[in-house]
């Protein structure tokens, strides 16, 4: 199946704004910058990003199931984000125990790739049910998703964690992703100001790009840091 540089390029887009993100939080914990994450820049920001990666799941997940993926790549590409998951709560369990992850972004991607999957066949109904979820999650006010993340601080879980990402309305993000490979959109041609190689390879290794930015960003501004005091 040929990949798309246009799928790459959007996923890659997401991957450059979490970098920056990052940079920006390393920056702020080194008091080089100073904000709250509860601004409404910085909260309009961090939806931007979990918008375009988790749309991006449904978007993946169409294309592959519609041009017949086997079943053993969706296992194994699933079980290394599975793994990966584990690797990210254990080294921040064992880094900071008050504050470890227990649901982050790629805890949910491997529930929401294994859920949006039976709708990837079902593309129009998967969006309707999407566009439900985000629009009950706002405009709703009986509908709570703050509960979930209640039940896993009565499991055990840290009240505050480094990252944590709702169910609700996210999995909504993810079905109504499905769109985008219904039409087809990833045969579009990519305008050529973006075509940017670098920009396709952080969407093609995205995983690794996220497991590994941080161990150069966190120490390049601890670096300077150490060097300027």
Same mark, same amino acid.
């Given at each position: ?126 969006? !309707? ?31 505050? !964690? ?68």
């Amino acid at each position: 199946m040929k990949r798309s540089s246009l799928l790459d390029a959007y996923r890659g887009l997401a991957v450059l704004l979490m970098m920056v993100f990052h940079f920006c939080w390393d920056l702020k914990t080194f008091g080089y910058m100073s904000y709250s994450l509860q601004d409404p820049f910085w909260v309009a920001f961090r939806y931007v990003i979990l918008t375009l990666f988790l749309s991006a799941v449904g978007w993946s997940s169409y294309v592959a199931v519609q041009g017949s993926q086997a079943p053993h790549k969706f296992l194994l590409n699933l079980s290394k984000i599975g793994l990966s998951a584990i690797a990210i709560s254990i080294g921040s369990y064992l880094a900071l125990p008050n504050q470890w992850i227990f649901f982050g972004i790629l805890h949910f991607i491997f529930l929401a790739a294994i859920l949006v999957r039976p709708f990837a066949v079902h593309p129009i109904i998967g969006c !309707t049910l999407g566009v439900g979820i985000v629009v009950a999650t706002y405009a709703t006010p009986e509908f709570d998703p703050s509960i979930i993340r209640s039940w896993f601080t009565e499991q055990g879980a840290p009240r505050y !964690t480094l990252d944590y990402i709702s169910p609700l309305p996210w999995t909504g993000v993810v079905l109504i992703g499905l769109i985008l490979g219904y039409y087809k959109v990833e045969h579009l041609a990519l305008p050529k100001w973006l075509e940017l190689k670098w920009i396709c390879y952080l969407g093609r290794h995205a995983l690794v790009v996220y497991l590994t930015h941080q161990l150069v960003l966190y120490p390049l501004v601890a670096g300077v840091h150490l060097i300027s005091n």
